[in-house]
């Protein structure tokens, strides 16, 4: 199963409302995760289950869709969200990961 | 508090294979999967497999068979990746993460860097 991000970056202001997407390239039901990666760390597990969010993280931080297009939105950008975002399916094997999407600073 | 911990940075010729560890603390090992999950330089990420500290099955992307051996060593709580007939675009960071049978990965280890250099 492929999983196409867009954008692969995009610039936005802190307090801005952002939004990814994650298309697959078949249906994979409900079965996505959301990871954000710091520079030099691990990713984070944000979202699973392609709405629920993981205990911790901030509300900010919400997800949904089902079958092929999902999305991540941050609706108030804080300095600590730039980052480099990844959806994962968990419906097939082998287990995939979108290309990510860079949140840069304008 | 959960933790994975992993193995240092390691350098190899191609050809030749490389083990890393990854050490868990916090919780049932047995009751979790442990992924592997790598990132070349500057790229994404890439699964390759998981294995079950319980029974020690495990599941492997089809690139990495034949390749890759995970393995786990229960009285120690610890779970190993070996990968074999290594080339130079094995060079990546290799992440060791835990999940439950819905397979998504909540704790992640530091990464591993594992560098193939002639």
């Known amino acids: 199963i492929q999983l196409t991000q867009s954008p692969s970056s995009l610039s936005a202001s802190v307090g801005d409302r952002v939004t990814i997407t994650c298309r697959a390239s078949?249906?994979?039901?409900?079965?996505l995760a959301w990871y954000q990666q710091k520079p030099g760390k691990a990713p984070n597990l944000l979202i699973y289950?392609?709405?629920t969010l993981q205990s911790g993280v901030p509300s900010r931080f919400s997800g949904s869709g089902s079958g092929t297009d999902f999305t991540l939105t941050i609706s108030s950008l804080q300095p600590e969200d730039f980052a480099t975002y990844y959806c994962q399916q968990l419906n097939y094997y082998p287990l995939t990961f979108g290309g990510g999407t860079k949140v840069e600073i304008k | 508090q959960v933790q994975l911990v992993q193995s240092g940075a390691e350098v190899k010729k191609p050809g030749a294979s490389v083990k890393v560890s990854c050490k868990a603390s916090?919780?049932?090992?047995?009751?979790?999967?442990i992924h592997w999950v790598r990132q070349a330089p500057g790229q994404g990420l890439e699964w390759m497999g998981w294995i079950n500290p319980n029974s020690g099955g495990t599941n492997f992307a089809q690139k990495f068979r034949g390749r890759v051996t995970m393995t786990r060593d229960t009285s120690i709580s610890t779970a190993y990746m070996e990968l074999s007939r290594l080339g130079s675009d094995d060079t990546a960071v290799y992440y060791c993460a835990r999940s439950s049978t819905s397979l998504y990965s909540d704790y992640w280890g530091q990464g591993t860097l594992v560098t193939v250099s002639s």
């Open positions: 289950a392609a709405s």
């Open positions: 916090g919780y049932t090992f047995t009751g979790y999967y």
């Open positions: 078949q249906g994979i039901s409900s079965y």
